[in-house]
């Protein structure tokens, strides 16, 4: 499955942006669990938005809860993440993400098969 990412730039904070990350094939997304992670400079990366295989049921990491939003269109080939009141620290290269790991490990970058290009979010105080 090749992803394909869109979106991101720069904001300031409390801002908004949306990132996008559809498959490159039709109707190949619908069964793997799509998600969004994000690696700053010098960390590990870290998991931000799920809409897992069964139902598109969403997940979020505790650091985005209330401010980023994912969702998926009715095909299942794309996601996109509504980012809101953006921080600073949500400053990261963003990457969307497929694989179908149990809901319980969702946010464990190792169990993703498949990796998109990623895209740069910059947001300033």
């Known amino acids: 499955v090749q992803l394909q990412a869109s979106g991101g730039g720069s904001a300031q904070a409390g801002d908004s942006l949306r990132l996008s990350c559809t498959t490159a094939?039709?109707?190949?997304?619908?069964?793997?669990?799509m998600s969004w992670f994000r690696q700053a400079p010098g960390k590990e990366r870290e998991f931000v938005a799920a809409?897992?295989?069964?139902?598109?049921?969403?997940h979020y990491g505790d650091s985005v809860k209330g401010r980023f939003t994912i969702s998926r269109d009715n095909a299942g080939d794309t996601i996109s993440l509504q980012m809101n009141a953006l921080r600073p620290e949500d400053t990261a290269i963003y990457y969307c993400?497929?694989?179908?790991?149990?809901?319980?490990?969702?946010?464990?970058?190792?169990?993703?098969?498949?990796w998109g290009q990623g895209t740069q979010v910059t947001v300033s105080s």
């Open positions: 809409s897992a295989w069964r139902a598109y049921a969403t």
């Open positions: 993400a497929a694989g179908a790991p149990f809901d319980s490990v969702i946010m464990d970058p190792k169990l993703y098969d498949f």
């Open positions: 094939e039709r109707r190949t997304g619908s069964s793997y669990t």
